[in-house]
C-alpha cells in the first residue's frame, strides 16, 4: 500500500534532498493522517459516549490531537518546500523542525487536558456500559495505526526526517495506548472491576511521552553537532588530492533538511601553482555537493612546506602540546624571526570539555613556549570544535 501511494502521488521518488519531492512526501504523510485519524476519532467518540467511557473517550481525543498534528506537518512541509527569497537566501527548511515542535506541543497539552479529565474520573467513578461496538473499534484501530507507523517510518527513513520519525513513533504509542484501553475495556465487563479512570492516565501519560520524545526529536537538529558521516565523509574527500595537505575550521550550517553547506580551511603549499590547486579545490567542492548533497566553500590556506626551521618548531610545539593534553591539535603554524626572538604563530583547538579555559590554556602554552631555549614567543588563538 505504502509503495502504490508513492508511485501515485510522488514524482520523481528518489530525490529526496529536493525541496519539492519533500513537500509532495510531506503533503501525502499529512493527508494520509489527517484522514485516518479523523475516522478514527469519530468512531471512538460514538463508542465512548455511548458507554460512558472516558479511556475510550480519552483515546478518541488522542486521534484527534494526531490529526491536528498531520494539519500541523502538512503545513510545515508546504512553508519548507517554498523556493529561496530576498529574506531567506538558504530557502525555508527550518520551518521542518518547527512544525515538528508544534506538533509536539499540541500532543502535549492534549495529555494534560486528557489526564485531569481522567483523574477526575476517578474521584467520581460512573459504571462503563458495555457492548460489542469497543472490541470492534478498538482491535480495528490498533490495525490502522499499525499501517500508520510502518507507513511514516518508511517515509521518515527514505527522508531522514526527524518529523516524520516523530509521527511514526506517536502511531505505534497509540497502539499500546489503544490495546490499554481495549484490555482494560473487557476486563471491566468480566470481572467487574472499575478501571476506567486509571487507563484514562495511562494513556495520558503515553501521550506526554509521545509529546516530549516528539519535542526533543526535533529540538535537537536546530542546534546539535553535524552527523558524523557527513563530517568523516567532507574530510575524506578533502584530502584524497595530494595538493591539499590538511584541513581546519570545518564548519557545518544545517538550514533545513537537503539545504547544508559547510565551510572549511585547506592547507596547500604556499610555493604551489595556485591556479592548479584552485582546480582541484572547485572539482572537490562539485564532488562534495554532487556525493553528499552539501555545498562547501573551501578556503585556500597556504602554509611553508620544506622550511626546515618551521618543520623543527611545529614538532617541537606539537610536543609541548600532548604533554599539556593529547587532544590538543594545531594549525595555521608559522614563524616570524626577528633580532630578539622568533615569533611562533598559529591556532590551538581546545577541546569543549577541556579542564582549562580557553585563557588558562593560552597562558599554559605561552609560558611553555618561553620556557624554550631559542627566545620564542607564542602568538596563540584559541579555537573551539564546530563538528
Known amino acids: 500500500m505504502t509503495e502504490l501511494l508513492i ?15 519533500r513537500q509532495q512526501y ?3 504523510s499529512g493527508l494520509t493522517g489527517i484522514c485516518l485519524n479523523i475516522l478514527l476519532f469519530l468512531g471512538k467518540l460514538v463508542v465512548g459516549t455511548v458507554s460512558g467511557s472516558i479511556a475510550i473517550t480519552a483515546d478518541a481525543f488522542n486521534n484527534l490531537s494526531d490529526a491536528g498534528s498531520s494539519v500541523v506537518t502538512l503545513i510545515g512541509f508546504r512553508l519548507a518546500g517554498q523556493k529561496p527569497d530576498r529574506h531567506h537566501p538558504f530557502g525555508h ?14 500532543i502535549l497539552l492534549m495529555g494534560f487536558e486528557l489526564g485531569k479529565t481522567s483523574f477526575e474520573k476517578i474521584l467520581s467513578p460512573a459504571p462503563v456500559e458495555f457492548s460489542l461496538l469497543p472490541v470492534i473499534i478498538l482491535p480495528v484501530s490498533i490495525l490502522v495505526k499499525g499501517w500508520m507507523y510502518l507507513f511514516n517510518r518508511k517515509l521518515g527513513k527514505k527522508l531522514d526526517s526527524a518529523a516524520m520519525m516523530a509521527t511514526a513513533a506517536d502511531s505505534l504509542s497509540d497502539m499500546v495506548s489503544t490495546g490499554v484501553v481495549l484490555l482494560g475495556t473487557l476486563i471491566g465487563h468480566f470481572f467487574n472491576i472499575q478501571l476506567d479512570g486509571w487507563l484514562g492516565i495511562l494513556v495520558a501519560v503515553f501521550i506526554l511521552y509521545t509529546g516530549y520524545n516528539s519535542m526533543k526529536d526535533t529540538i ?36 533545513g533538511p537537503g539545504r547544508l553547506f559547510a565551510s572549511l580551511h585547506a592547507e596547500v603549499d604556499k610555493n604551489g601553482d595556485i591556479s592548479a590547486i584552485h582546480d582541484v579545490i572547485d572539482r572537490v567542492e562539485r564532488q562534495i555537493l554532487h556525493e553528499l548533497g552539501c555545498e562547501v566553500c573551501i578556503h585556500m590556506d597556504p602554509i611553508a612546506v620544506g622550511d626546515r626551521k618551521t618543520a623543527e618548531c611545529r614538532t617541537m610545539v606539537a610536543q609541548l602540546l600532548a604533554g599539556i593534553d593529547p587532544r590538543l591539535t594545531m594549525h595555521d603554524f608559522r614563524i616570524t624571526s626577528g633580532p630578539d626572538h622568533t615569533n611562533l604563530i598559529f591556532d590551538v583547538v581546545r577541546p569543549l570539555d577541556s579542564s582549562y579555559t580557553s585563557e588558562e590554556l593560552e597562558e599554559r602554552i605561552r609560558q611553555a613556549v618561553t620556557a624554550l631555549e631559542g627566545n620564542y614567543y607564542a602568538v596563540i588563538t584559541v579555537d573551539t570544535p564546530r563538528v
Open 26 to 28: 510531506g503533503t501525502l
Open 7 to 21: 508511485r501515485l502521488f510522488i514524482r520523481d521518488k528518489d530525490n529526496v534532498q529536493d525541496p519539492t519531492v
Open 93 to 106: 527548511g527550518r520551518v521542518e523542525y518547527l512544525s515538528g515542535l508544534a506538533v509536539s506541543v499540541v
Open 220 to 255: 535537537d537538529p536546530l542546534g546539535r553537532a553535524p552527523d558524523p558521516e557527513l563530517v568523516d565523509g567532507i574530510r575524506r574527500r578533502v584530502l584524497a588530492p595530494p595538493e591539499i595537505l590538511g584541513l581546519h575550521d570545518l564548519i557545518v550550517h544545517d538550514y
